[in-house]
C-alpha cells in the first residue's frame, strides 16, 4: 500500500461514520438513522436495537471494551463513564459482549455532582444523557464514544450541546421561511456550518512540572518579561522545528482516524505557539471535534515530553491564544448562503442574509461578549493580537460601498468603474474576497462566511454558535414576517435594506481595532464595551435576552438564569484558585529564593570588606534595589492575605465574581508586579521557578 492510499484508507477509520452505517444498516434502518439526523424524527424501538447490535460489532473490530456516553457540561470539559461491553448472559451466567438499545439511547448520570446553577438540589442526584445521532460515534483509547446531550431529570438542559442542537432548528425554521420567500422549492434544510482554527502553546514538559501556577491554574501567575518575545515576528509562520513537526504528525494522525479534517497547522506569533485549523462541517459535528481536538492535543503532547497549553493567556508579555470560529450556512445541498453568486437574484438573498447578521450582532453585542465571557479571555481580549472587548463586523470596501449605496437610494460604482443600479433586480456581482481582510476586527466577513475571532482557546465552541444561530434566526425571522405575503417582493426588500442599513450601520467598522482611537470612536456610536467576565454576565438576564431565547425554545427562563450563575460561580472560583496559588508560590517560593540571594550578596560584600582597596558599590545598590522592592512585595502580600481571608464564600456568584475581579485579581496583579521587577535583578540560580525564558523556548529544537 502507497502512502497516498494508506492516508485516504485510514482516514475515518475509527468513526462510526455514514459509510459505515450504509454498509453494517440494512437499508430500512439505515434511512430511519438518516431521517433522525436531519428532521429530527424518533427513532423506534426495533431501529434502535439494530443500530446497536452494529455499533457494538463495529467497536469491538476496532479494539473497543468499553462504551461510554461522552457529554459535554457546564465544567467547560468534556465528561464521560466508561461501562463494559462484557457481562453475564442471564440465563448461563456465561460472559457475552452487549450493547442494549436502551443503553445506545439513554445513560443516567449524577447530575448533582455537575453545574447547575441551581436547577439541581445536592440531593436530586438523576441526570440523563441522550444519543445524539446527529454527530458520529467514535472509538478511542479501547471505548466506543457515544455523542451525548445531557439534561436533568426534569428535562432541562445541564450541558453545551442541548442549545446547540435547539438554535440549529430555530435558525432552519427561520432561514427556510426566507428561501421559500425567494421561491426555492427545492432546498429541504438550512445547516449553519463551522470550521474553528485552535491556537495552542507547546512546552516541555520538564519546566512545567516546575511551575506550580501552570499546574493549577495553566497560566503564569508571575513571570518577568523575557529579553526577546515576538518583536522580530520571526516565529510566525516560520520552520517547525522536529520535536514539534513530530508531535503534530501524530496530531494529523489520530484526528484524520477519527474522520477530523485537520488541514492547516503552522507557528503563530509567539514563541513556543502554533495552530491547526479544520475544515467547516455542521456546527454540531465542528463542535464534537473541536473537543476531540483538544483533547488528544494534550495527551498526544504528553507521550513526546510536552505539555499543551490551552489557556488564552498563558503568558503575560506575549500573545495569548484565540479560536477563530469561522461561522457560515449552508443548504442541505451543498450552497453557501454566503457566497454572493452571479445573479441578481443570488445576490439579493446574500445580501437579506447579510443584513440579517449586521442586525443581530449589533442588537445582540451584549449576548457575543457573553457567549466569549471567561476569566481567561478577559486577561487576552484587548492585548497583543487579540480584538477589543468591543463587538464591531467588518465587511470590505466593495460590501461597504454597497450598503451605503443602498442607504442613500443611489446607483453603485463599481471597482471597474461600471455603473450599476442598486435596485433588487439589478444588484451588482458581488465577487468574492474583493477586498482585504481586517484580522484585528472581532467578527469580520472574509468572503462566504464570518470569523468570529473573540472566542478563547480552550472554550466550547457550542456557547458562541448557539447564540450567533438563534441572534441570527430572531432577525430572519422579523425579516420574514415583513416580507411573507407582499406582492411587490422587490420594493418590499428595497425598504428593508435601507431601513436596516440605517439602523445597524453603527456597528461596521473597517478600521484598526486594536487602537485607542477606535475604543473612543465605538463609545461615540453607543457600542458597548464589556471590560470584563463579571460586567458582561449580567447581560444574560435582560429581558429581552431572555424573551429571544425563549422565543425561539432554545432556553428557557430557569436554563438562562443558571447558566448565568455557573458562569459567574466559575469565574469566581478561577480567580479564587488563581489567588490561593499566587499566595503560596510567594510564601513557600518567591520569599525564600529572595533571602537566599539577598544573604549571597550580602555574603559577598562582606567579603570584600576583608580587601579595602575592592569597592562594594554594586552590592551595595543591588542590595537596596532589591530590598526595597522586597518590602513592597511583602506589603501586597499581606494585602494578598486579607483579600482571601475576607473573601465572601457564602455570598451570591455575582458578588464573589465581583470581589473576586475588585479585590482579588487586582491585588494579585500588583503582587506580581513587584515580584517581576525582583525577578530581572535575581541571578538565574537563585530563581524559585523556570523563568519566561527556560518556558518559552524549553523545547528542544
Known amino acids: 500500500m502507497t502512502n497516498k492510499e494508506k492516508i485516504t484508507e485510514n482516514f475515518g477509520v475509527m468513526l462510526f461514520s455514514e459509510s459505515v452505517m450504509k454498509a453494517r444498516l440494512t437499508p430500512d434502518v439505515y434511512e430511519s438513522v438518516r431521517l433522525a439526523k436531519e428532521r429530527g424524527t424518533p ?43 462484557l457481562e453475564p448472559h442471564k440465563a448461563t451466567k456465561e460472559p457475552i459482549l452487549k450493547l442494549s438499545e436502551k443503553s445506545l439511547v439513554k445513560g443516567e448520570a449524577d447530575a448533582s455532582s455537575f453545574p447547575s446553577g441551581g436547577l439541581r438540589a445536592t440531593f436530586e ?14 472509538v478511542k483509547d479501547g471505548s466506543l464514544y457515544i455523542p451525548t446531550a445531557f439534561c436533568s431529570y426534569g ?87 522536529p520535536r514539534v513537526a513530530s508531535f503534530m504528525k501524530e496530531l494529523d494522525t489520530e484526528l484524520w482516524k477519527m474522520g477530523v479534517y485537520a488541514k492547516t497547522k503552522h507557528n503563530e506569533a509567539a514563541p513556543a505557539q502554533h495552530e491547526l485549523a479544520c475544515i467547516y462541517d455542521s456546527s454540531n459535528i ?81 449576548l457575543l461578549r457573553i457567549s466569549i465571557a471567561s476569566a481567561g479571555n478577559d486577561h487576552r481580549l484587548g492585548a497583543s493580537e487579540a480584538p477589543p472587548t468591543i463587538v464591531s463586523i467588518y465587511l470590505g470596501e466593495e460590501l461597504e460601498a454597497i450598503l451605503d449605496a443602498i442607504e442613500r437610494g443611489k446607483s453603485y460604482h463599481s471597482a471597474e468603474a461600471s455603473i450599476l443600479n442598486v435596485g433588487i433586480s439589478t444588484l451588482p456581482t458581488i465577487q468574492k474576497d474583493s477586498t482585504d481582510r481586517n484580522r484585528t ?64 450601520k453603527r456597528i461596521i467598522y473597517s478600521g484598526n481595532s486594536y487602537s485607542e482611537l477606535w475604543r473612543r470612536e465605538a463609545a461615540e456610536r453607543g457600542l458597548l464595551n ?32 443558571s447558566r448565568g450563575e455557573i458562569l459567574l460561580e466559575n469565574y469566581a472560583k478561577t480567580i479564587h484558585i488563581e489567588a490561593l496559588t499566587a499566595l503560596d508560590m510567594a510564601r513557600m517560593e518567591i520569599i525564600p529564593s529572595i533571602i537566599k540571594y539577598q544573604s549571597f550578596i550580602l555574603d559577598e560584600a562582606i567579603k570584600k570588606k576583608n580587601f579595602p582597596a575592592l569597592s562594594t558599590k554594586p552590592e551595595d545598590d543591588l542590595i537596596f534595589r532589591i530590598s526595597s522592592l522586597f ?33 482579588l485579581l487586582a491585588s494579585m496583579e500588583r503582587l506580581r508586579d513587584s515580584a517581576d521587577k525582583i525577578e530581572l535583578l535575581t541571578g538565574k540560580e537563585f530563581l524559585p521557578y523556570p523563568s519566561y525564558e527556560d518556558i518559552l523556548y524549553s523545547v528542544n529544537y
Not at 455499533?55 to 467547560?76: I, K, N, R, S
Not at 434544510?189 to 495553566?218: N, W
Not at 446574500?350 to 453585542?365: C, G
Request: hydrophobic content about 35%; overall charge negative; some cysteine.
Open 43 to 85: 427513532l423506534s424501538h426495533d431501529v434502535a436495537k439494530s443500530v446497536a447490535k452494529a455499533m457494538l460489532d463495529w467497536a469491538v473490530e476496532h479494539g473497543a471494551t468499553h462504551y461510554t456516553h461522552w457529554f459535554q457540561p457546564m465544567t467547560g470539559i468534556t465528561a464521560e463513564k466508561h461501562d463494559a461491553f
Open 125 to 138: 442526584a438523576r441526570g440523563y444523557t441522550t444519543w445524539d445521532p446527529t454527530s458520529y460515534a467514535f
Open 155 to 241: 428535562g432541562e438542559a445541564l450541558d453545551k450541546k442541548t442549545p446547540l442542537l435547539r438554535s440549529i432548528d430555530a435558525l432552519n425554521t427561520q432561514a427556510m421561511r426566507i428561501l421559500r420567500i425567494f421561491g426555492d422549492e427545492k432546498t429541504k434544510r438550512i445547516i449553519p456550518t463551522v470550521g474553528a482554527e485552535q491556537e495552542y502553546f507547546l512546552i516541555d514538559k520538564s519546566v512545567y512540572e516546575k511551575r506550580m501556577d501552570l499546574i493549577h491554574c495553566g497560566r503564569t501567575l508571575f513571570g518577568a518579561r523575557p529579553s526577546k518575545g515576538q518583536e522580530l515576528e520571526d516565529h510566525y509562520y516560520g520552520s517547525i522545528k
Open 286 to 366: 465542528a463542535t464534537d471535534q473541536n473537543q476531540i481536538v483538544m483533547d488528544l492535543m494534550k495527551s498526544i503532547a504528553g507521550k513526546h515530553g510536552l505539555v499543551c497549553l490551552l489557556h488564552e493567556k498563558p503568558f503575560a508579555s506575549v500573545s495569548g491564544s484565540g479560536k477563530h470560529n469561522n461561522w457560515s450556512l449552508s443548504t442541505d445541498t451543498g450552497e453557501n448562503i454566503f457566497e454572493p453568486g452571479a445573479t441578481p437574484n443570488d445576490n439579493a438573498r446574500f445580501l437579506l442574509f447579510l443584513l440579517a447578521v449586521i442586525s443581530a450582532v449589533d442588537k445582540h453585542q451584549d
Open 441 to 504: 476586527s472581532p467578527f469580520a466577513f472574509t468572503g462566504n462566511k464570518f470569523e468570529f475571532r473573540m472566542v478563547g482557546a480552550p472554550s466550547n465552541i457550542g456557547c458562541p454558535n448557539f447564540i450567533i444561530n438563534t441572534i441570527v434566526a430572531d432577525e430572519l425571522c422579523a425579516f420574514a414576517d415583513e416580507l411573507e405575503g407582499k406582492e411587490d417582493l422587490r420594493s418590499a426588500l428595497s425598504e428593508l435594506f435601507r431601513r436596516t442599513v440605517k439602523e445597524h
Open 530 to 561: 464589556l471590560e470584563s467576565t463579571p460586567d458582561a454576565l449580567l447581560g444574560y438576564l435582560d429581558k429581552k435576552n431572555i424573551s429571544l431565547f425563549e422565543r425561539h425554545k432554545v432556553l428557557t427562563e430557569s436554563e438562562i438564569t
Open 631 to 663: 518590602d513592597v512585595f511583602y506589603s501586597e502580600l499581606s494585602l494578598l492575605e486579607k483579600a482571601i481571608e475576607n473573601y465572601p464564600s457564602d455570598a451570591s456568584a455575582k458578588e464573589r465574581a465581583f470581589y473576586s475581579k475588585d479585590r
